[in-house]
C-alpha cells in the first residue's frame, strides 16, 4: 500500500472514531436531559401524593386514597427503574458504576459501595 493510501485510510479511520465518539457524547447529553427531566417528574408525582394524603388529613370525610397512592407509588417505581438504566448507561461510557442501592458513583472495579457497603450489580 502507498505511504499517501495509507494515511488517508488512518485518516478516515480517525474520523470514524472521533465521529462515534461525538455521538456518544451527544447522545449522553441528551440522556442526562431526559433523566433530569425524569427527576422532576418523580418529584411532582411525589408533591400530588403528598398534597393527596394531607386533603385527606384536613377533610373529615374522605377516606385515605389509598388506590390513588399505590398507583401514584408505581409509578414512581417505573420512573426510577427507568432512571437507573439511563444512569447506568451514563457511568458505563464514563468507565464508572453506580450503587443501585444508594445511588452513590462507584469506579467499575469496585465490587461494593463505600458509602452504604451494598454489593455494586455490574
Ligand atoms: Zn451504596
Known sequence: MKFVDKLADR???GTRTLSQKTDEIIEITELKF????IE???????????EMIYEYFISTENNMPLNQIKEKCR???????ELNRMK?????AKGLNYCHYCGE???HEEKYCSICGHKVIK
Open 34 to 37: 431526559d433523566m433530569r427531566n
Open 40 to 50: 422532576k417528574e418523580i418529584k411532582e408525582i411525589k408533591l400530588a401524593m403528598g
Open 11 to 13: 485518516i478516515s479511520e
Open 88 to 92: 447506568s448507561y451514563v457511568y458505563k
Open 105 to 107: 458513583m462507584v469506579d
Open 75 to 81: 409509578e414512581i417505581q417505573r420512573l426510577e427503574k
